[in-house]
């Protein structure tokens, strides 16, 4: 069975700082690995996506997440933290050919003025 | 990208009657949807998957005469509550993908409470 891990329920981090979210993965074959931000009452927005290609992937608002298949992990950055990016990250993984996501339980993001 | 559009938003019904959510992909067509539940300050919960033209699969736990799935079309999918409790309150989004490779698109969600 697949899985996904999001070792921190929260992290605060201060407004210009770096910001680094943390996600892990037990997924058959290739994975394709995805990131979503949800704000409240809200659904998901999608951010960014790995499919194949390029470990070091960029998507909106300024993120970036690096696939590293050695250590079976697809870390959400951004190098400089604002306070709209306070919200609730998911990163989610399927098998390859599969439509089904397997969503980590999420990480709030404070971001501290 | 893509939109998917879920209606309501919002809604409150008494014990004991029904709704109906709507999941629609607007620009794209989805063969496949799938149905979320999210109580509060977790992760999304996979209820079912809706395919276009035959019946949803359901989650183990999940009851399927609970909660109706219907995907008549390659564009529209709807969930219905029967028979709701206030245990049914809850958060429920909708996703569609047109192929495996690509993001699933989320609709905005319904906030259900059954008074």
């Known amino acids: 069975a697949q899985s996904v891990a999001q070792p921190e329920d929260q992290v605060n981090v201060a407004e210009g700082n770096p910001l680094t979210v943390k996600c892990t993965y037990s997924?058959?074959?290739?994975?394709?690995l995805f990131w979503y931000v949800q704000y409240p009452n809200r659904g998901l927005q999608f951010l960014l996506k790995?499919?194949?290609?390029?470990?070091l992937v960029k998507g909106s608002y300024g993120f970036e997440a690096e696939f590293n298949k050695s250590q079976t992990s697809f870390h959400l950055k951004k190098p400089s933290a604002l306070v709209s990016d306070s919200a609730l990250y998911f990163c989610?993984?399927?098998?390859?050919?599969?439509?089904?996501?397997?969503f980590g339980k999420g990480t709030k993001l404070s971001v501290i003025p | 990208g893509a939109v998917v559009s879920q209606h309501p938003s919002r809604v409150i019904c008494k014990s004991g009657t029904s709704v109906k959510i709507e999941c629609r992909s607007l620009?794209?067509?989805?063969?496949?949807m799938f149905w979320y539940r999210q109580f509060p300050k977790q992760s999304l919960m996979l209820m079912a998957t809706?395919?276009?033209?035959?019946?949803?699969?359901?989650e183990q736990g999940v009851e399927k005469d609970k909660f109706l799935i219907n995907h008549a079309s390659l564009t529209l999918s709807t969930l219905t509550v029967t028979s709701a409790h206030p245990e049914d309150s809850s958060f429920y989004i909708c996703?569609?993908?047109?192929?495996?490779?690509?993001?699933?698109?989320f609709g905005q969600g319904t906030r259900l409470t059954v008074v």
């Open positions: 996703s569609a993908q047109d192929s495996p490779d690509t993001e699933a698109f």
């Open positions: 997924v058959s074959g290739n994975p394709y």
């Open positions: 790995y499919i194949t290609g390029d470990n």
């Open positions: 989610a993984g399927s098998g390859a050919g599969s439509y089904q996501l397997t």
């Open positions: 620009d794209f067509q989805a063969t496949t």
């Open positions: 809706s395919n276009e033209g035959s019946k949803a699969t359901y």
